[in-house]
């Protein structure tokens, strides 16, 4: 196994595990691409040598180009440059961990490519899975999914006689840092707190979504464009301790569980390296000293950013891409502590709500959608 990979969003968490990774198994990096990390992104290039780099940020871009002069590497920026970056003619599969909506049109660009995609990137799919999956279909393209409740499902579905044998996916979910908390006790969750995760280290935004269970909601949109199955057969269970990564349970009602200490590494391998299975550095899972595991139904009238997204997937349309986009306009503003950790699940529900029903739409249209939410955000929150 030799493969070429571009890797986007370079410098997150999921993009330097993916290096990670790829040093350990011979893999060779033809293109990165990051929002604005020169520091770090210098160092990735210095030690990989890609052909491609591209940054997001036009300025950061200018100062990329200035630190990595020596180097016969090409630094691009904005939108275009991640495009062409995903689009790399030398590589095998392409790697989106970047975060947000902004991964959307990447995305497509490695599909109308044609190289296959390893996707952490699920603003993607929850905003545009119509568009995606059709494009994926229509370019021979496949799609192997990075997170780990995704990558378990993909696992235990290896060897099914068909979608018809599914009974339901069940997405596990370690409920957060907040997890058993009432409605008024949340009111009250400063920054911090809702930054300390129990379980996973991710950036800021993920962790915020954990925390209100916005993460699980759009992985429930996701997994029902990644697996083709409706709202109704995709449950989720919180598991607190993060060893059961997500289920299937077929039409006998035999349930088949992916099971594995908490490590990243484990999902973006298996994704860079199917169908095989080879060693890792992810330690083996002991479930003697965990003990016991725990398991506990998601309270969605609580974690109102989960029930949302149940609702804007059954709502389909462009009610999807307004609640995402609601979402990473208020997880700044909550951060910044402009707006109330509740009100972020408010103000989601609110601008899916208002989201008019729309069967048939273009990236355009999601793109509007995406901006109208977050104009609604703002404005609600007051800020100009």
Known sequence: MKKCLSVLGSTGS????????????????????????????????RKFRPQVAAVFDPKAARDLKAAVRDLPVRVLSGMEG?????????????CNSVVGLVGLRPTLAAIRAKKDVALANKETLVAGGALVMRAARENGVRIFPVDSEHSAIFQCLQGSPGKEAVRKIILTASGGPFFGMDSKSLKSVTPEEA???????????????????????????????????????????????????????????????????????????????????????????????????????????????????????????LAPAAANGANEAAVPLFLERRISFSEIGEL???????QPDQADFSLEDILNADADARRYVLKSAGVK
């Open 14 to 45: 999921i993009g330097t595990q993916t290096l990670d990774v790829a040093e350990r198994l011979g893999l060779t990096v033809c293109a990165l691409a990051a929002k604005k990390n020169v520091r770090l992104l210098e160092r990735q290039i």
């Open 82 to 94: 991640l495009c062409e970056a995903a689009a790399c003619p030398e590589a095998d599969i392409i």
């Open 195 to 317: 930054l300390c995760h129990p379980t996973w280290h991710m950036g800021k935004k993920v962790t915020v979504d954990s925390s209100t269970m916005m993460n699980k909601g759009l992985e429930v949109i996701e997994a029902s464009w990644l697996f083709g199955l409706p709202s109704s057969r995709i449950d989720v269970l919180i598991q607190r301790e993060s060893v059961i990564h997500s289920m299937v349970e077929y039409a006998d009602h035999s349930v088949i569980a992916q099971l594995g200490v908490p490590d990243m590494r484990l999902p973006i391998q298996y994704a860079l390296t199917w169908p095989e299975r080879l060693p890792s550095p992810v330690k083996p899972l002991d479930l003697a000293k965990y003990g016991s595991l725990t398991f506990a139904k998601p309270d969605e009238k609580t974690f109102r950013c989960y029930g949302a997204c149940r609702r804007a997937l059954e709502r389909g349309g």
């Open 348 to 354: 989601v529900w609110q601008a899916m709500e208002r």
